[in-house]
Structures are given as structure tokens and as C-alpha cells.
């Protein structure tokens, strides 16, 4: 059972590219979360989604994009990446409506480097 | 969602019961306290929830007053492999909430041999 899986990895940019962070589960999770974690800090939301077809902004969604084309997977976007976008990203899901216990299931997260 | 209070760090004896505190005083009637971990830069893990009675799992205990103001984990006997950051968070339950969860600072414990 992977349950969260993110990809990359680890990913170095130059300032201006452009890349795309994906998540996907395997829980038939029907929400689905992006957030960022500086170092020392704690984890800030970027954007979320409650469904296939859906998204919503989180704390933090300037310079970035969400898709959610499928319910399995969450994709999350830079189109110009930023210094200030150095960080680590971890997806999440959790289960929907009465179901939502508040249980979220973390993926191992995606270490950006952008210079 | 209310805010919640935490020490920035706490150190615990391996083996000792390692009481982590939060204060929620401005927590509302319908908003649960949950508590997750980090270790080391993964991502953070689920330990457990409550309401108002206390409850408990194989991981810990969460013990939350009556006033329901402030709460406490319990780990009862703490390793090595504890060490990590401790997060609380209070969140409102139910069909209509949107699921996420709004991270603090949260408690860095330190778990010595």
C-alpha cells in the first residue's frame, strides 16, 4: 500500500523555469493538500482541493498552481519559480464529508532548490 | 479555527512519560484538538483526537480539561525514536469542513538516553 507519493523527490531550478510537483494516492482520499515548510518552521498551506475538478487557496497560493484532473492525484504548479519557493513540499489526503475524522496521511515530500 | 499555544522545546528522560501541554482558550464548542508529529523531516503523522472525554491509542494518551482551554499528550514511555516535533492543532469537525489543518511552531521534544 504506497498511500501518498510525491514526485520528484528532490528538484534544483534556476530562477524563471517553470516545473510541476505531483501527488498521488491510492486511498480514494476524496481531499487533497499542498504544503510548503521552511526550515524551522512549520508546515503553511498552499492550496487544497475537496474534490476531483475542485481547488481552493490555502494561507500561501501566490506563484503557485493546482490542478486535480483526477481524483487520485493532486498536481501542483510553479510557472516562473522564485528564490522564495526554496522549501520542502509534503501533499496530503484524507477522506471526505462524514467520513473526515481529520486524519491526514502525509507523503514523504519534495525538496525544491530554486537558485 | 482557534490558535493554539505551544512550547517551543522540551526534553524528556528515555523511558519517562514525555507531557507535552497546549492551550486552546479560545477553542469553540465544535472544534476537536488533534495532535500530529514530525520526525526529522518527514512528513508529519497522525497520533491522535479528542473533543472533550480523554482518549487514548496505542501511541498516547490526550488528556483535555474540563473547560476544554487546554489539553496535554501523553507519551507514556518515551524512546529515542520520539524525538520530533509535536504539533497541536484544533480544528472543527464535520461534513462541511473542507478537511485542512493549520500548522503552529509546535513543540520540538528531545528524547535523551
Known amino acids: 500500500n504506497a498511500g501518498v507519493t510525491q514526485t520528484p523527490k528532490f528538484r534544483v531550478l534556476k530562477t524563471g523555469q517553470s516545473m510541476t510537483l505531483l501527488c498521488a494516492q491510492d486511498?480514494?482520499?476524496?481531499?487533497m493538500y499542498w504544503y510548503r515548510q521552511d526550515p524551522g518552521m512549520g508546515l503553511r498551506l498552499i492550496h487544497y482541493?475537496?474534490?476531483?475538478?475542485?481547488?481552493a487557496k490555502g494561507e500561501v497560493p501566490d506563484g503557485y498552481n493546482v490542478s486535480r484532473l483526477k481524483k487520485q492525484n493532486f498536481l501542483l504548479g510553479l510557472e516562473s519559480a522564485a528564490p522564495s519557493q526554496t522549501s520542502v513540499y509534503f501533499c496530503?489526503?484524507?477522506?471526505?464529508?462524514?467520513?473526515?475524522?481529520?486524519?491526514?496521511?502525509f507523503g514523504e515530500g519534495s525538496r525544491l532548490t530554486v537558485l | 479555527d482557534a490558535k493554539t499555544t505551544q512550547p517551543p522545546s522540551m526534553d524528556c528522560a528515555e523511558g519517562r512519560a514525555a507531557n507535552l501541554p497546549c492551550n486552546h482558550s479560545?477553542?469553540?464548542?465544535?472544534?476537536?484538538v488533534y495532535w500530529y508529529r514530525q520526525i526529522h523531516s518527514q512528513g508529519p503523522q497522525y497520533i491522535i483526537h479528542?473533543?472533550?472525554n480523554n482518549e487514548t491509542n496505542e501511541m498516547a494518551s490526550l488528556i483535555i480539561t474540563e473547560d476544554r482551554k487546554s489539553s496535554t499528550l501523553i507519551l507514556p514511555h518515551a524512546t529515542l525514536r520520539d524525538t520530533a516535533v509535536y504539533y497541536c492543532?484544533?480544528?472543527?469537525?464535520?461534513?462541511?469542513?473542507?478537511?485542512?489543518?493549520?500548522f503552529g511552531q509546535g513543540t520540538t521534544l528531545q528524547v535523551k538516553p
Open positions: 482541493s475537496v474534490g476531483e475538478g475542485t481547488t
Open positions: 486511498m480514494n482520499h476524496e481531499y
Open positions: 492543532i484544533v480544528r472543527s469537525y464535520g461534513s462541511s469542513n473542507t478537511g485542512k489543518l493549520i
Open positions: 479560545t477553542i469553540s464548542g465544535n472544534e476537536y
Open positions: 496530503a489526503s484524507s477522506s471526505g464529508g462524514l467520513q473526515n475524522t481529520g486524519e491526514l496521511f
Open positions: 479528542g473533543l472533550k
